[in-house]
Structure formats: structure tokens, C-alpha cells
């Protein structure tokens, strides 16, 4: 099983400023890497595929990068609705598997 | 617009049975692969199973293979997840999500259910 380590798990910062999330791989998934969000109560939502694919409709403050093992998610100024929980997916190895997530909390 | 809808979660005792439905519209049901992923609570994410377009084709996670079900009626719009020999751990909401990849399978998930909580107590 590939095992999807996020870091960090909190990530605290104010509105406007940038974020970086990280996810890391146990072995290379090439760019089968899907990035999601999920707020309280709410079912997660795609943000990211293929990597650096933004979803429909998703705004261009956010961005992915990396493959094989070493992926990110920015959020470039980080907006109040922008505050949730982000899970990346690796897609190239069964079972499909997810990371543990990173919070973006306000500072 | 894309809706799945969950239903039949419910409190169950361990070693039971629950059978989960999906139901979807807005889109063409039986043009896409359907999954469900659980997520227990206060944790992350967790694949159970996915089922082709067709039904002809099924996946299971490591912790629903042998024990879960899962299947689909196109006539209906409706996607099944059979449950069997529940356990505390299987505590969980359970999402449907609709696979990217329309009659390919992707394996990402672009919409998803609101969910349905099950839980395994006595």
C-alpha cells in the first residue's frame, strides 16, 4: 500500500498570506495525484487532478506541483472561505489512498 | 447539477448487516463508475470500493474486501454498498463520490455525497 504522508498537519496563517501544503509519498505515483478540500460537516471537493489540474470552476489562487513522490498545494493569498481541511489522493496504485490531511486554521 | 444522496446508515450492532443506497441525478448514472469512501470519525479518508459504469467491474479496499458488497441499479440511478459482519472500526460516515473518468475509470473523485453515518456499537 502507498502510504501518503501530509505535512504539516496544522498549518496556521492569516488571511491574504500564502500557503503551502505538502504530501509525500511512500513511492513513486507519477502525477496521479488528486488534492481535495473538506470543510466541518461538508463532504470533501476536488480542487486538484493530475497534480497541477485545477478543477471546473476552481480559482487560480490555487495551484498544485510535484510528481513521483513529492507533491504541494499553494494557495497563493489565502481567502476566509480557504480555511478547511486539505486531503491529497494518489491514484496510481491500488488500494487508492489518501493522506491524513493538513488543516489551514486562521492565525 | 450533480447530486448523490445517501441513505441507510443507521446504528447497528457488531457482527450485523446494513446495506447503504446511493442515489444520483443531474448527470447520466449509468456513464460513470461510482465509489464509496469512509471516513471514521474526526479522521481522514479511507477508499471501501468502487463499481464500473456497467457493473461489470468492481474494486474493494483492504478493509471491505470479503465483507462488503458493492453493486448498482442503473434502472434506478441507485448504487448499493452491502455491509457485512460489522465491526466497531467500520464506524464511519460513508460517502458515495462519482469517479472523474465517465465511462473510464480515473480514479479521482469529482463529486461526492453528503454521507451517511454508520455506526457499529452495542
Known amino acids: 500500500e502507498v502510504v501518503m504522508t501530509q505535512s504539516p498537519s496544522t498549518l496556521s496563517v492569516s488571511p491574504g498570506e500564502r500557503a503551502t501544503l505538502s504530501c509525500r509519498a511512500s513511492?513513486?505515483?507519477?502525477?496521479?495525484l488528486a488534492w481535495y478540500q473538506q470543510k466541518p460537516g461538508q463532504a470533501p471537493r476536488l480542487l486538484i487532478y493530475g497534480a497541477s489540474t485545477r478543477a471546473t470552476g476552481l480559482p487560480a489562487r490555487f495551484s498544485g506541483a510535484g510528481s513521483g513522490t513529492q507533491f504541494s498545494l499553494t494557495i497563493s493569498s489565502l481567502q476566509s472561505e480557504d480555511f478547511a481541511v486539505y486531503f491529497c489522493q494518489q491514484y496510481n496504485h491500488w488500494p487508492l489512498t489518501f493522506g491524513g490531511g493538513t488543516k489551514v486554521e486562521i492565525k | 447539477e450533480v447530486q448523490l444522496v445517501e441513505s441507510g446508515g443507521g446504528l447497528v450492532q457488531p457482527g450485523e448487516s446494513l446495506r447503504l443506497s446511493c442515489a444520483g441525478s443531474g448527470f447520466i448514472f449509468s456513464d460513470y463508475a461510482i465509489h464509496w469512501v469512509r471516513q471514521a470519525p474526526g479522521k481522514g479518508l479511507e477508499y471501501v470500493s468502487g463499481?464500473?459504469?456497467?457493473?461489470?467491474?468492481?474494486y474493494y479496499g483492504d478493509s471491505a474486501r470479503g465483507r462488503f458488497t458493492i453493486s448498482r441499479d442503473n434502472s434506478k440511478n441507485e448504487l448499493y454498498l452491502q455491509m457485512g459482519t460489522l465491526r466497531a472500526e467500520d464506524t464511519a460516515v460513508y460517502y458515495c463520490a462519482r469517479d472523474s473518468g465517465g465511462l473510464r475509470w480515473y480514479y479521482y473523485f469529482d463529486s461526492w455525497g453528503q454521507g451517511a453515518l454508520v455506526t457499529v456499537s452495542t
Open positions: 463499481i464500473s459504469s456497467n457493473g461489470g467491474s468492481t
Open positions: 513511492q513513486s505515483v507519477r502525477s496521479d
